[in-house]
């Protein structure tokens, strides 16, 4: 997997990579003789874990803040500081895991 990094014109450092799709998780169903039924679930019915999915992204990377750009622009490894810097001003925050 290429990493590239390069600091922005505000001295943030950001770490650029390549990342996959993600998948959902499945969650199984717990135990729950003894806990009261609540509405609206139905009895052993897996659920799955809320994700992004579909395609894999551009991922940045800062101490502070994660950001995505999808899809990931072909010639990325190859691009100038300043172009990377264009596309993270285009990308997108991402949420906490």
Do not use: H, K, N, Y
Request: charged letters at 35%; hydrophobic letters at 35%.
């Amino acid at each position: 997997m290429i990493r590239r990094s390069f600091t922005d014109r505000d001295g943030v450092a950001w770490t650029v990579a390549e990342s996959p799709p993600r998948v959902l998780t499945l969650i199984r169903a717990r135990e729950r003789r003894g806990e009261p039924r609540s509405r609206g679930r139905v009895a052993g019915a897996a659920r799955f874990a809320t994700r992004d999915l579909d395609m894999p992204c551009l991922r940045f990377e800062s101490a502070r803040q994660r950001r995505q750009v999808t899809p990931i622009p072909s010639g990325w490894e190859e691009m100038p500081e300043d172009e990377l810097e264009d596309l993270l001003g285009t990308s997108t925050l991402m949420r906490e895991a």
